[in-house]
């Protein structure tokens, strides 16, 4: 079942945390969802893809090692029956488009939908698009896609995504691939703070080079929560296990380790 | 047969601008000011100066005697080999470079593959003052050397790419990618007809003077204006839609694009994107392209860099499903002997990429009576360093 009442009821400070699925191992999925659970508001499970035009040099190696060590689509869906139902947390799942394309976008929303995935967000899928060929297909299925808004995003835009995106908005911190480090500057704060006068029907979540606790701390002060990708991705291919791995990352953000949501 | 896109960049089912949302109002500020300028006075005056007293500007239509010998046929050459700089490439910088500087844009990027595009791209940039970054794979900076010191003495920084098959392919990643990290004074000059809208249409409208130029110069060399067969090589197509564009809706001309095989279609060693490529999005756009069962884009393989991608531009995919354009594949081999032949047959010497549009010829039932053009896009000094290899080995 979807639970999404994080984004009605807790809505600030929420915390999601992005791996790709079959990184660091084929199989570590169910592993890492698990030591997850209760440590993140959100997990976002990547689907590796050959050529991530939107990521940094850490999230492409660990596209490219989770591509060699034999993950699949299927393999993901595979994995995530076994272990959704072993967790509260809602889970994503974050992908480019030519995979689930090629997939099929009908029985991709299928699968989505029957795991009880609370939504998809597709990077290189332009809201045009979408709404012009796709958005029936997801709907129908009942699949929430979630939409980015960047820093040079119009308003008048934003509010469109605002009506399709659900049940959340990724900003992008500032221009940037993943995996930099998010820039406080007043011009970022000015970007958050005019997301927040649109008074949007989403809750806003900050991805991109948050790291430390005080990009954090700027992303939870300016918006509703934030995405960790890279440095999560990091502690994995650090750490022994996938609970030393949340742990150090939670040390790393500047949280309380002995916290459970 | 519709020559431009719809209004959203579709060529029937493909094309497209698929861009993460950052990169939005950068292809929609282009293709507002893109459509503006194209057709505008002042535009085409200086695109025309620049072709012409710098780009050198018509290039002749070479009878070749020794190929119209060979193979029984009238056979000429389109010499975008006599371009400064050495390839097609320049027709299409000279374009986007007038556009850039037009939007105020302050620092110019570029992918490349054999380095042609990226010399044309740091030649343009030393012109008009830009400073200039090309991205090019790590394999290709060695295998096209020549090209890197000549970006290099023409101010260009170029960076190598070390991701994947260090080759065209990752080439363009990261070039997206330093688009997607400074979008606002950085213009992206794609140098093929792919990428999302406005590039593909903006590419193939550049590069079809080529085409242009063929149907006033056979006029006057052939008494006609339609040959019976345009043949040229394809990557991501810009030379040969440039080739193509005024003979698509000319029913007496065959259009023959010649795709880099390499080792052989079958091998898995392959460019041959028609033969052995589905519907994909690659670098946003829609179009063919060589994948996994699992969608995910497989490396491709050419002895010829400016040929080794594993896609094609959206023009081209509808072109083959409307049957306007063969698609043939050239394997490795039989373009680098049609390159020796050339050399000692006619006292040219092609580029790789152009030697595999010349390797169509013996696959061709010509009467004596059909006039065929070849486009050379390029010549063949960027490519010695291989040529000499297979010289002192296998070739006669
Ligand atoms: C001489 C030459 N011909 C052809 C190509 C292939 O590109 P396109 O298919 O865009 O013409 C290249 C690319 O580098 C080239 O240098």
């Known amino acids: 079942m979807i639970d999404n009442r994080v984004f009605r009821e807790k809505r600030r400070e929420l915390l999601s945390v992005y791996f790709p699925a079959g990184y660091p191992e084929l199989n570590s999925l169910p592993d890492i969802v698990m030591a997850l659970d209760g440590e993140a508001d959100i997990i976002e499970i990547g689907i590796p893809f050959s050529d991530p035009v939107a990521d940094g040099t850490v999230i492409q190696a660990a596209n490219t090692r989770a591509l060699a060590n034999g993950i699949t689509l299927n393999t993901i869906f595979a994995q995530l029956r076994y272990v959704m139902d072993r967790i509260a947390t809602p889970v994503f799942l974050m992908g480019y488009l030519n995979p689930i394309l090629h997939y099929g976008v009908e029985p991709f929303c299928q699968q989505v939908a029957s795991l009880g995935i609370s939504g998809v967000i597709i990077p290189d899928l332009p809201l045009d698009y979408y709404e012009q060929n796709l958005k029936s297909i997801f709907t129908s299925n009942g699949v929430n896609v979630v939409f980015m808004v960047a820093p040079n995003t119009p308003n008048e835009r934003i509010r469109r995504i605002d009506s399709v995106s659900c049940p959340f908005i990724y900003a992008m911190s500032s221009f940037a691939v993943t995996g930099g480090n998010a820039l406080l500057t007043a011009t970022h704060a000015s970007y958050l703070e005019r997301l927040k006068g649109l008074e949007l029907r989403n809750p806003v979540l900050v991805g991109f080079g948050i790291g430390a606790p005080d990009t954090l701390a700027f992303a939870n002060s300016n918006a509703n929560g934030a995405i960790v990708g890279t440095a999560f991705v990091n502690q994995l291919s650090n750490a022994a296990t996938s609970t030393e791995a949340v742990r150090a990352l939670r040390i790393q953000l500047g949280l309380d380790i002995n916290h459970k949501n | ?396």
Request: with cysteine.
């Open chain 2, 1 to 396: 047969m519709n020559l431009n896109p719809d209004s959203n960049g579709f060529y029937g089912i493909y094309g497209g601008a698929f861009v993460p949302e950052v990169l939005y109002p950068n292809v929609l500020e282009l293709q507002y000011i893109y459509s503006e300028i194209i057709g505008s006075k002042a535009f085409v005056h200086d695109q025309e100066q620049l072709l012409r007293h710098y780009v050198g500007r018509p290039t002749p239509l070479t009878f070749a005697t020794g190929l119209s010998e060979k193979y029984g046929a009238r056979v000429y050459l389109k010499r975008e080999d006599l371009c400064h700089t050495g390839s097609h490439k320049l027709n299409n910088v000279i374009g986007q470079i007038l556009l850039a500087k037009h939007m105020g844009k302050r620092c110019i990027i570029a992918e490349t593959g054999a380095g042609q595009h990226g010399v044309a791209t740091a030649t343009v940039c030393a012109l008009m003052k830009f400073p200039c970054k090309v991205f090019m794979g790590a394999k290709d900076m060695t295998r096209q050397q020549p090209n890197v010191f000549r970006m290099r003495m023409l101010g260009a920084e170029v960076i190598p790419v070390q991701s994947g098959s260090q080759s065209l392919k990752d080439a363009t990643n990261e070039a997206i990618r330093y688009w997607v990290a400074n979008p606002e004074d950085t213009y992206y000059l794609i140098g093929s007809a792919i990428g999302p809208h406005p590039y593909p249409d903006m590419v193939a409208r550049f590069q079809s003077v080529i085409s242009r130029e063929i149907t006033t110069q056979l006029t006057s060399q052939e008494g006609c204006a339609n040959p019976n067969y345009v043949l040229a090589c394809v990557g991501g197509g810009s030379n040969a839609i440039g080739a193509f564009y005024h003979f698509i809706n000319s029913s007496k001309t065959r259009l023959i694009a010649a795709e880099a095989a390499g080792k052989g279609v079958g091998t898995g060693y392959t460019a041959a994107t028609m033969a052995v490529g589905s519907v994909g999005v690659i670098h946003g756009c829609k179009t063919r392209l060589i994948q996994t069962d699992d969608g995910q884009i497989v490396e491709a393989h050419s002895v010829s860099a400016g040929l080794d991608y594993p896609g094609i531009g959206p023009f081209h995919a509808a072109l083959r499903d409307a049957n306007r354009v063969s698609y043939l594949s050239i394997t490795d081999t039989e373009a680098l002997t049609a390159a020796f032949d050339v050399a000692k047959s006619d006292g040219i010497i092609p580029a790789l990429e152009s030697a595999h549009a010349l390797a169509v010829l013996p696959k061709l039932q010509l009467k004596s009576t059909d006039v065929v053009v070849v486009n050379l896009s390029g010549r063949g000094d960027k490519d010695m360093e291989t040529y000499a290899s297979i010289d002192a080995t296998s070739m006669p």
